[in-house]
């Protein structure tokens, strides 16, 4: 709390007067419509609006002081009772006399007290702890569909209080039935008692909607009684009769003279009366209300904290509010919060000090002190009409204002709600509400598509660079590679697509226009994955290995869905392969393919697996020799690869590396690759060997003879690095030699290699001495350095 200098305090004071007397204004209004209705209007409640009022104003005043004193960040915050939780307050008052008896009045009036008092501390605990735990930012993740579909009923709760208050029907609660509609609209008495201050709630929200001014509320309500009291002079009409026929409140009957007192209420404590049963019977309700209490100030702080352009910690906010409910539960009052409109309008008069907050609670303690006696001379009607001006807002708020911000489903879900909480009760309705949601939300994620993309894995190759005949044989052979990319939450709802897909893979129809040899199943844009979905894999793996189809996971970025996966084994199974990447995934089935040819012509392939992972030896067995997919290999290793190896016809290097990485360009003749060599020189590079660093100057273009090289691009500070492999009979750091500017990657000899280098010097011999064969070179590793980029670029557009 920050210190005020003496010499301050007298002209702060003075300045917060204005919004003292409006924030003193707005309680008074809250606290004799909300706190009259604290208790039932019928049963052993009735006539007990004067002690609720009471209670409003102990809750108000903790609060307050609470806030003031540091409770909050807020230095003009407004305490005052949660009013929205008055339909829970009825929940429980009714269910504590029907177990305890209406013959045993005192007792029930003391529980309920009790009761209502419990559900303080509930209150305050559960604050308390979400802002210690600082988990108040998990209140955000509630569905708000269900949130206005409470507020609605308690709209609509409202309006019938406002009808029963209006009319003083000894009733807390209406049928809907033809009797109820034949008082409310067929008795001359009722309609003219309920009529005015529905009119009056009405007139003002029409006023309020074309001019906008503070002080318009509370000058509307005070305006009322004075005009009812200029008639009632002018008619010369008795205030006794007034009473008697519901225009004016009848406190003094009601209440025997206790309830003026402010401390009338805790005349009904007698712990001795206090029935411990009921109370644990009311406990659902209980429970229900402080689900209904937590969601407010989570929402009202940080709405605040906009409005009025303050930095604002909710969890701090949330302990503020644990405290002051505490106390008013130890007090044996109602909970309470800050009141977002009150506090807007209170710092928008002046009010956004301490002491104006100060000051605000000691006009509380005033209108505390004052008693209850002062209602007795309230229009009813100006009650009335309060009550049904925010019964009025709330149905609007929850039906008008929602009715395109929300989709069809949590639009139904909100007015069944509202349906539910008239109907029967609010615990019923919010638990229908989250039920409702619940169902609604299976129902539309089902429909959500969680395949990202299909496609075959010639459309998004490995970033490895390889020899032109080798990638040329791979784009043919990856078409029978399957990739599946999954995103969202993967469960029994939306499962079942996924599986169907998978599974039609191996269908007849299919199966014999495309056979398939491996399915990647992409995971990195995956939530979770719940025990259905994890089971449904184990059912997929079995149909496709049952035709020799690998499943290779990847992307497990999440470590849930890894451990989802892996407690149901499927990781475990044989025709499984799980990788970190999409590209390592990607790269390891390419290696196989070249592999299975390799070995198919009794040659040894060139070792271009990743480090850390075993030569592929998977499933390309004699048992599969005739095979379509066999016979495909065969068919297309025989048009690329085999004609390279025809090339290779001389023992020297770089001659044969050279062909290796050129021969299958069109227009590429055998006596340009033989004028090349004299221009290259061998390097030799170890294992972990970074042969250059990114931006560094390049010393000329590579060519790998053999071993792996592993390059790792940077672009910007903040982006992922992406990375590529190059392996025998590629080019590597070309394009930056050719054009001579900085290197875009960093190199490392990831396998240990034999590279031969063509340095700037032997360049710039080569264009003096031999121009043509300079020029025809260039154009050959430009176009291997275009195909090189464009692989890259498919690759990495495909997996966004």
Same mark, same amino acid.
């Given at each position: 709390?920050?210190?005020?200098?003496?010499?301050? !305090?007298?002209?702060?004071?003075?300045?917060? #007067?204005? &919004?003292?007397? =409006? +924030? %003193? *204004?707005?309680?008074?209004?809250?606290?004799?419509?909300?706190?009259?209705?604290?208790?039932?209007?019928?049963?052993?409640?009735?006539?007990?609006?004067?002690?609720?009022?009471?209670?409003?104003?102990?809750?108000?005043?903790?609060?307050?002081?609470?806030?003031?004193?540091?409770?909050?960040?807020?230095?003009?915050?407004?305490?005052?009772?949660?009013?929205?939780?008055?339909?829970?307050?009825?929940?429980?008052?009714?269910?504590?006399?029907?177990?305890?008896?209406a013959d045993r009045a005192r007792e029930?009036?003391?529980?309920?007290?009790?009761?209502?008092?419990?559900?303080?501390? !509930?209150?305050?605990?559960?604050?308390?702890? #979400?802002? &210690?735990?600082? =988990? +108040? %930012? *998990?209140?955000?993740?509630?569905?708000?569909?269900?949130?206005?579909?409470?507020?609605?009923?308690?709209?609509?709760?409202?309006?019938?209080?406002?009808?029963?208050?209006?009319?003083?029907?000894?009733?807390?609660?209406?049928?809907?039935?033809?009797?109820?509609?034949?008082?409310?609209?067929?008795?001359?008495?009722?309609?003219?008692?309920?009529?005015?201050?529905?009119?009056?709630?009405?007139?003002?929200?029409?006023?309020?909607?074309?001019?906008?001014?503070?002080?318009?509320?509370?000058?509307?309500?005070?305006?009322?009684?004075?005009?009812?009291?200029?008639?009632?002079?002018?008619?010369?009409?008795?205030?006794?009769?007034?009473?008697?026929?519901?225009? =004016?409140?009848?406190?003094?009957?009601?209440?025997?003279?206790?309830?003026?007192?402010?401390?009338?209420?805790?005349?009904?404590?007698?712990?001795?009366?206090?029935?411990?049963?009921?109370?644990?019977?009311?406990?659902?309700?209980?429970?229900?209300?402080?689900?209904?209490?937590?969601?407010?100030?989570?929402?009202?702080?940080?709405?605040?904290?906009?409005?009025?352009?303050?930095?604002?910690?909710?969890?701090?906010?949330?302990?503020?509010?644990?405290?002051?409910?505490?106390?008013?539960?130890?007090?044996?009052?109602?909970?309470?919060?800050?009141?977002?409109?009150?506090?807007?309008?209170?710092?928008?008069?002046?009010?956004?000090?301490?002491?104006?907050?100060?000051?605000?609670?000691?006009?509380?303690?005033?209108?505390?002190?004052?008693?209850?006696?002062?209602?007795?001379?309230?229009?009813?009607?100006?009650?009335?009409?309060?009550?049904?001006?925010?019964?009025?807002?709330?149905?609007?708020?929850?039906?008008?204002?929602?009715?395109?911000?929300?989709?069809?489903?949590?639009?139904?879900?909100?007015?069944?709600?509202?349906?539910?909480?008239?109907?029967?009760?609010?615990?019923?309705?919010?638990?229908?509400?989250?039920?409702?949601?619940?169902?609604?939300?299976?129902?539309?994620?089902?429909?959500?598509?969680?395949?990202?993309?299909?496609?075959?894995?010639?459309?998004?190759?490995?970033?490895?660079?390889?020899?032109?005949?080798?990638?040329?044989?791979?784009?043919?052979?990856?078409?029978?590679?399957?990739?599946?990319?999954?995103?969202?939450?993967?469960?029994?709802?939306?499962?079942?697509?996924?599986?169907?897909?998978?599974?039609?893979?191996?269908?007849?129809?299919?199966?014999?226009?495309?056979?398939?040899?491996?399915?990647?199943?992409?995971?990195?844009?995956?939530a979770g994955v719940d025990l259905s979905?994890?089971?449904?894999?184990?059912?997929?793996?079995?149909?496709?290995?049952?035709?020799?189809?690998?499943?290779?996971?990847?992307?497990?970025?999440?470590?849930?869905?890894?451990?989802?996966?892996?407690?149901?084994?499927?990781?475990?199974?044989?025709?499984?392969?799980?990788?970190?990447?999409?590209?390592?995934?990607?790269?390891?089935?390419?290696?196989?393919?070249?592999?299975?040819?390799?070995?198919?012509?009794?040659?040894?392939?060139?070792?271009?697996?990743?480090?850390?992972?075993?030569?592929?030896?998977?499933?390309?067995?004699?048992?599969?020799?005739?095979?379509?997919?066999?016979?495909?290999?065969?068919?297309?290793?025989?048009?690329?690869?085999?004609?390279?190896?025809?090339?290779?016809?001389?023992?020297?290097?770089?001659?044969?590396?050279?062909?290796?990485?050129?021969?299958?360009?069109?227009?590429?003749?055998?006596?340009?690759?033989?004028?090349?060599?004299?221009?290259?020189?061998?390097?030799?590079?170890?294992?972990?060997?970074?042969?250059?660093?990114?931006?560094?100057?390049?010393?000329?273009?590579?060519?790998?003879?053999?071993?792996?090289?592993?390059?790792?691009?940077?672009?910007g500070e903040h982006m992922a690095v992406?990375?590529?492999?190059?392996?025998?009979?590629?080019?590597?750091?070309?394009?930056?030699?050719?054009?001579?500017?900085?290197?875009?990657?960093?190199?490392?000899?990831?396998?240990?290699?034999?590279?031969?280098?063509?340095?700037?010097?032997?360049?710039?011999?080569?264009?003096?001495?031999?121009?043509?064969?300079?020029?025809?070179?260039?154009?050959?590793?430009?176009?291997?350095?275009?195909?090189?980029?464009?692989?890259?670029?498919?690759?990495?557009?495909?997996?966004?």
């Amino acid at each position: 709390m920050r210190s005020v200098h003496a010499r301050e !305090l007298p002209r702060q004071a003075v300045g917060a #007067l204005p &919004a003292v007397l =409006l +924030g %003193a *204004l707005l309680n008074v209004l809250d606290g004799v419509s909300y706190g009259m209705i604290i208790f039932p209007a019928a049963g052993v409640f009735a006539g007990l609006g004067g002690m609720g009022v009471s209670m409003f104003f102990v809750s108000a005043v903790i609060a307050q002081f609470v806030y003031t004193f540091g409770g909050s960040m807020f230095a003009g915050a407004n305490g005052s009772m949660m009013i929205e939780v008055v339909p829970f307050f009825h929940i429980l008052a009714k269910t504590i006399e029907a177990d305890i008896g209406a013959d045993r009045a005192r007792e029930v009036i003391a529980t309920t007290i009790v009761a209502y008092a419990l559900s303080s501390i !509930l209150t305050g605990l559960t604050f308390f702890l #979400l802002g &210690a735990l600082r =988990l +108040g %930012a *998990l209140i955000g993740f509630f569905p708000r569909h269900i949130l206005v579909g409470c507020i609605g009923g308690v709209g609509v709760f409202l309006i019938i209080t406002g009808l029963t208050v209006s009319t003083r029907l000894e009733s807390d609660s209406l049928d809907p039935s033809l009797e109820t509609l034949r008082f409310f609209f067929g008795n001359a008495h009722a309609l003219v008692l309920w009529v005015p201050p529905a009119a009056l709630a009405v007139l003002l929200r029409v006023i309020t909607a074309r001019v906008h001014h503070q002080l318009l509320f509370p000058a509307y309500f005070l305006v009322i009684p004075v005009i009812f009291y200029i008639v009632v002079a002018a008619a010369q009409l008795d205030l006794g009769a007034l009473r008697r026929s519901g225009w =004016l409140f009848d406190i003094a009957a009601s209440t025997g003279g206790a309830e003026d007192r402010w401390y009338g209420f805790y005349t009904f404590l007698d712990w001795r009366l206090i029935q411990f049963r009921p109370l644990w019977t009311t406990l659902p309700t209980q429970f229900a209300l402080l689900f209904f209490n937590i969601l407010h100030p989570p929402l009202n702080v940080p709405a605040l904290s906009v409005s009025l352009d303050e930095d604002i910690d909710t969890n701090k906010e949330l302990v503020g509010h644990g405290y002051s409910n505490l106390l008013a539960g130890v007090l044996g009052t109602v909970p309470n919060y800050l009141v977002y409109v009150n506090t807007l309008l209170f710092y928008r008069v002046g009010g956004g000090t301490r002491v104006a907050g100060f000051l605000l609670g000691i006009a509380n303690i005033v209108l505390l002190l004052i008693g209850t006696g002062p209602i007795a001379y309230i229009p009813v009607m100006v009650v009335g009409a309060l009550i049904f001006v925010l019964g009025f807002d709330l149905v609007k708020e929850a039906l008008w204002d929602t009715r395109h911000r929300v989709s069809r489903m949590e639009y139904i879900t909100i007015i069944s709600i509202m349906i539910c909480m008239t109907v029967w009760d609010f615990v019923i309705g919010v638990l229908f509400g989250i039920v409702v949601s619940c169902f609604f939300f299976v129902v539309q994620n089902s429909q959500r598509r969680s395949i990202r993309a299909c496609y075959t894995g010639d459309t998004a190759m490995s970033t490895v660079r390889r020899p032109a005949a080798h990638r040329a044989y791979l784009r043919e052979v990856s078409k029978q590679t399957q990739v599946i990319r999954l995103q969202g939450f993967l469960f029994f709802g939306t499962i079942s697509r996924v599986e169907e897909t998978l599974c039609s893979i191996v269908d007849a129809a299919p199966w014999l226009r495309h056979p398939v040899r491996f399915v990647v199943v992409d995971l990195a844009l995956v939530a979770g994955v719940d025990l259905s979905a994890a089971e449904a894999f184990v059912r997929i793996q079995r149909l496709l290995s049952a035709k020799g189809v690998i499943l290779v996971f990847c992307g497990l970025r999440n470590e849930s869905v890894g451990r989802a996966l892996a407690s149901v084994g499927v990781f475990a199974e044989d025709y499984v392969e799980v990788f970190g990447t999409y590209n390592d995934a990607m790269e390891w089935t390419e290696n196989a393919y070249l592999h299975a040819w390799f070995r198919v012509q009794r040659k040894e392939a060139t070792p271009v697996a990743f480090p850390g992972r075993q030569a592929p030896q998977i499933h390309f067995d004699n048992s599969l020799s005739g095979s379509p997919r066999r016979l495909q290999l065969q068919d297309v290793g025989d048009r690329t690869i085999a004609q390279e190896l025809t090339h290779l016809d001389m023992p020297s290097e770089p001659y044969n590396t050279l062909v290796k990485a050129f021969a299958s360009f069109e227009g590429v003749d055998d006596a340009l690759l033989r004028r090349l060599p004299p221009f290259f020189s061998r390097v030799a590079a170890p294992e972990g060997h970074v042969l250059w660093e990114q931006n560094q100057h390049p010393d000329g273009l590579y060519l790998i003879e053999s071993g792996v090289l592993r390059a790792s691009y940077r672009f910007g500070e903040h982006m992922a690095v992406i990375e590529e492999s190059m392996v025998s009979g590629t080019l590597a750091g070309e394009l930056s030699a050719l054009a001579g500017e900085p290197r875009n990657a960093r190199v490392v000899v990831e396998r240990q290699a034999v590279l031969w280098r063509m340095s700037e010097e032997n360049m710039g011999r080569m264009e003096r001495e031999q121009a043509e064969v300079a020029r025809r070179f260039v154009r050959l590793v430009l176009k291997s350095a275009k195909i090189d980029t464009d692989v890259l670029l498919v690759s990495l557009a495909a997996r966004q």
